[in-house]
């Protein structure tokens, strides 16, 4: 068979059903080529046979997806046979035209063959295919064990039911076996909706070696899964928003009385109701196109509304009927100032108490990201933080906390009175940047709080997942491990810059809530018991530490409390505005902290949240359950595509380059050997066991790309995008920048993004090409100097003393908040600057340099001092060749701003007052002995 060619002339890439990392885009591109090679055979230039190999290639996969459809698909085989290359061409051009601009949605035209398109009257058209109306556009997939030979009849079928009064169209796509349908709930994001019959079977004919690896790494066996509810389940895992409903001809009373059948919406009888199944598809999907608080903002928006409440611009006639700032209505339009209220009547509901739709939009937001509830939160995700450590932690309560978490929890630990117990991340150092906390330290943790017995004070492990740079951690695992050594520990996951990851079936799992509910469902099996049982015998009576550290510990399903907390920026990955954040909860003992949590709602929230804000929420979560499967697909095929280009681009590579798995997690967290997303002949089944098994692995979407390489340092580099490329990005380090895709990327964004980068590149090359010797050497020792000469990363020292008078032996946690009001008692701080060669005296001969505050350099944005913080060399070696202008918590020119020595002599109870003097005298015996004076 000769090889397909495409528009260059190379063979044609095969096209396997399992691309499960390659969706729409590959897609587009397959079509593309086909255009290619259908152009050039009416041109005479490329023969039949190569044209009907790729179509036949790509049949397999074009199954999944109702556009073009089993019948257009039929009329290019037909044309080809018939040897008529024009209208082959012309009809795969209208196909391109129809997937590219997604114009068969609405236009029914796109569907009829040949000729029929023109010849069709609108209403003929209508009743077959598309909606010219408009109205919202899905698929359902279609699940039988029905011959292939009676789909186009059953599509009839289907079509014929559609009504002018359904709030929504839908085609119907078939498949016969449970890998195909499997196959398709991965490829076709337009899928809200799956029928499964009986009858099917399982395996399909085409050939999936990583559908059947992936399969593989499921649980369970694939034979007794491919039942109707085995099919459900599986589908539910991979998808869980999509609604499922399982038409059965017996039993059907014994199938909907199955545990298991709770995955599915509905159970029916036979197909003889296909009406029913036709509304309840519909209610289905209308269930989550509801938004309860933006559907009722826009109706308040609608109405006549004198308004004698304090907010002037609600209505916009202060703007409209000025003379001075009738631009800003001009700007915004009218519609901003209909849906400004003060107001909490009306419909309009209280996010501080809320009882009406934004009860229900909340609630709804439960549903889709996996949580048992939600608070919507308008001041972002540094709120969030904050109410989640306020409502959780009493003082004293001991928090396990990454030192390099956002700010928030710093100085929601400060609030709260709580004593954070720091643990590193292990470093980048080249990068200047720190990866997340491995187990093992977490885990040493807590067998030293153990070993001293305050085990009982550690309440809450607080980590961020992914970090800034795309560090994930395997949520599961931390989270059952260290339930194994107290089984009532809070975890809170600051997923700031994941909550679309719920929308990935690969990353999901990975998430706070994709991987609470998988323990769940293991609490729940009754085989958990016998599982944790032969673990605990396995590990003996009374196992070491080390023992500890180096199993993988099983928590005793009977003990375990699972209380779980995670927060989202969902304006950071979703399409919310500015500030709009979730807190999500799945905690069984919530209600012994629900009224901490409405304190913490009091304390925080805005009196006066912004609507628009709370709408946008509401949306955003409508978008996820409907869209964001293929958002998601897009954001991490666009960012494949960066890193492709980047590796790949002769110049490009020259003197940039996105960090790989391998240079961002160090091997022994990598255990499947995973490298790469990129690697050569890069096996899949590898990359799933990596996000399956793997202690860390990378977010794809978060590309550090290295610029140091090319002569910029990050902050160079990224002012340079911004300002004569329009290309802005967010964090940088000394050598590099970060690129993030997200749902809002395009192909173009990377065509525009890769152009500017061979531009640059070529620049350099020019330069250096036309340069004199000194200036290549000036080039090389730049690059040197931001590859090689990084400062290493300072490590949180301790607490001083002074700060730790009830602290365990073998912990580093300290009382921050009584050293963060050091710092209001002006006479007892003193400044100097970090070029006064005092510091180093009192580095090397005392007294102890201590941190009246948080110092936070940006970047890396982690806070290399805290309050009461004892200040090592290796801190003032990095801040002296810290290069970065923004530094939060330090003045220049004022210096490093220290608790004086003397206040740090006199006990901790006289500067800070009584709550350390109550509790010092309950532990009066430590205290004294604890509290010592600085030494002179
Ligand atoms: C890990 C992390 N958590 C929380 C936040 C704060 O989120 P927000 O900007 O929504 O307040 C950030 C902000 O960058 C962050 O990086």
């Known amino acids: 068979m000769p090889d397909a060619l495409t528009q260059n002339n190379r063979p044609a890439p095969e096209v396997r059903i399992d691309e499960f990392f390659s969706g729409p885009a590959a897609r587009a591109d397959r079509w593309r080529s086909l255009l290619g090679v259908a152009e050039r055979w009416a041109d005479g230039h490329d023969n039949r046979a190569n044209f009907e190999t790729m179509l036949a290639a790509m049949a397999a996969t074009e199954g999944y997806h109702a556009y073009p459809g089993l019948g257009l698909m039929k009329n290019l085989q037909e044309f080809a046979s018939e040897d008529d290359a024009h209208a082959a061409h012309s009809m795969v051009q209208r196909i391109n035209a129809a997937l590219a601009t997604k114009s068969y949605r609405r236009h029914a035209g796109d ?33 039988t064990g029905i011959a292939a030979e009676r789909w ?33 709930a991965i490829l076709n994001p337009d899928l809200a909706a799956v029928v499964i019959h009986e009858g099917f079977s399982l395996r399909s004919r085409h050939d999936a070696p990583v559908l059947r690896a992936v399969l593989a790494t499921a649980d369970g066996d694939v034979r007794t899964a491919a039942s109707p509810l085995g099919l459900a389940t599986v589908l539910n895992r991979v998808r869980p928003e999509l609604d499922l409903y399982l038409v059965c001809n017996q039993n059907v009373e014994e199938l909907a009385g199955d545990a298991r059948a709770n995955v599915a919406r509905r159970v029916f009888y036979s197909a003889e109701e296909l009406l029913e199944l036709h509304l309840a598809i519909l209610e ?77 939009a909340q609630d709804m937001a439960a549903r889709a990201f996996g949580a048992d509830r939600v608070f919507f939160v308008t001041n ?122 719920r929308f990935s079936p690969f990353l999901r799992p990975r998430t706070a809530m994709g991987a609470a509910n998988d323990i769940e469902e293991w609490l729940r099996d009754p085989g958990s018991i016998a599982t944790y049982e032969k673990h605990r015998a396995e590990l003996g009576k009374s196992p070491s530490d080390e023992t500890l550290l180096e199993t993988r510990l099983i928590p005793d399903p009977r003990l375990v409390r699972l209380r779980v907390y995670q927060t989202n920026s969902t304006h950071k990955s979703m399409s919310a505005l500015r500030q709009g954040s979730m807190l999500l909860v799945k905690d069984v003992e ?61 110049l490009i590579s020259r003197y940039f380059s996105v960090l790989p798995a391998d240079a961002m997690i160090p091997g022994e967290f990598r255990t499947s050997g995973f490298t790469d997303f990129l690697e050569p002949g890069m096996n899949w089944a590898k990359a799933l066991e990596s996000l399956r098994n793997d202690e860390f692995c990378l977010d794809p979407t978060r590309m550090t790309l290295v610029c140091g390489s090319a002569g910029f340092d990050g902050t160079q580099f990224k002012n340079m995008l911004a300002g004569k490329y329009n290309i802005q990005v967010n964090k940088t380090s000394r050598n590099s920048v ?56 300072p490590n949180f020292s301790r607490f001083h003393d002074t700060f730790r008078f009830d602290a365990g032996d073998r912990t580093n946690e300290g009382h921050i908040r009584e050293a963060f009001y050091s710092a209001y008692n002006a006479s007892g701080c003193e400044y100097i ?74 006990p901790l109870t006289k500067a800070t007052g009584d709550r350390a003097a109550s509790r010092k005298a309950v532990k009066s015996g430590k205290a004294e002995t604890v509290v010592k004076p600085a030494a002179e």
């Open 380 to 501: 972002g995700t540094s709120t969030s933080n904050k109410m989640a450590v306020q409502a959780l932690l009493s003082p004293g309560d001991i928090v396990i906390v990454d030192r390099n978490c956002h700010k928030s929890h710093h100085y929601g630990m400060v609030l709260a009175g709580a004593q954070p117990l720091y643990v590193e991340a292990f470093p980048l150092t080249k990068y200047s940047m720190y990866g997340a906390v491995p187990l093992r330290t977490i885990k040493q943790a807590l067998l030293n709080l153990k070993a001293d017995g305050r085990l009982d004070r550690v309440k809450m492990i607080d980590l961020t997942n992914c970090t800034f740079d795309g560090h994930i951690y395997n949520t599961r695992r931390v989270m059952e491990e260290c339930l194994a050594i107290k089984p009532d520990l809070i975890f809170l996951w600051d997923e700031a810059w994941f909550g679309f990851a």
């Open 738 to 793: 970060l690129l993030q895709s997200n749902i809002n990327n395009t192909r173009s964004d990377v065509a525009h993004l890769v152009r500017v980068l061979v531009e640059i590149a070529s620049e350099i090359d020019q330069e250096l090409a036309r340069g004199s010797g000194g200036m290549r050497k000036a080039f090389e020792s730049r690059v040197t100097s931001l590859m090689t000469d990084v400062p290493d990363l």
């Open 111 to 143: 569907w009829e063959m040949g000729e029929e398109a023109d010849s069709a009257s609108v209403e003929d058209l209508a009743a077959t295919a598309g909606d010219a109306a408009g109205r919202p556009y899905f698929e359902t997939l279609i699940v």
């Open 284 to 360: 289905g999907v209308q269930s989550r196109f509801d938004t309860p608080f933006f559907d009722n903002l826009k109706k308040y928006a609608q109405r006549p509304i004198g308004t004698f409440h304090a907010l002037p611009i609600a209505r916009g006639k202060s703007i409209f009927k000025s003379a001075w700032i009738r631009d800003m209505g001009e700007f915004y339009g009218p519609t901003l100032f209909l849906a400004e209220s003060s107001a909490t009547t009306g419909g309009l509901d209280s996010l501080l108490e809320p009882t009406g739709n934004i009860k229900r």
């Open 590 to 650: 919530f209600h012994t902290v629900e009224a901490q949590f409405k304190e913490a709602v009091f304390t925080h929230a805005s009196t006066s949240p912004n609507q628009q804000l709370i709408a946008s929420l509401d949306v955003a979560r409508r978008q996820m359950e409907l869209e964001g499967y293929g958002l998601v697909e897009n954001a991490i095929e666009v960012a494949l595509a960066i890193r492709q280009q980047v590796a790949r681009h002769p």
């Open 833 to 906: 600057r970090l070029s006064d060669p005092e510091i180093d005296r009192r580095l090397r001969s005392g007294p102890e340099l201590v941190s009246a505050n948080f110092v936070i350099p940006y970047p890396p944005g982690f806070p290399i001092m805290v309050p009461g913080q004892v200040i090592t060399p290796e801190t003032i070696q990095f801040m002296r060749k810290l290069d970065v202008k923004e530094i939060h918590g330090y003045d220049a020119a004022e210096g490093l701003k220290l608790v004086r020595p003397e206040v740090l002599a006199e």
């Open 152 to 184: 186009p009849e059953l599509s009839a079928m289907w079509r014929r039911l559609r009504r002018n009064l359904d709030a929504f169209v839908y085609e119907p796509v078939f498949v016969g076996s449970f890998e195909d349908a499997f196959c398709a």
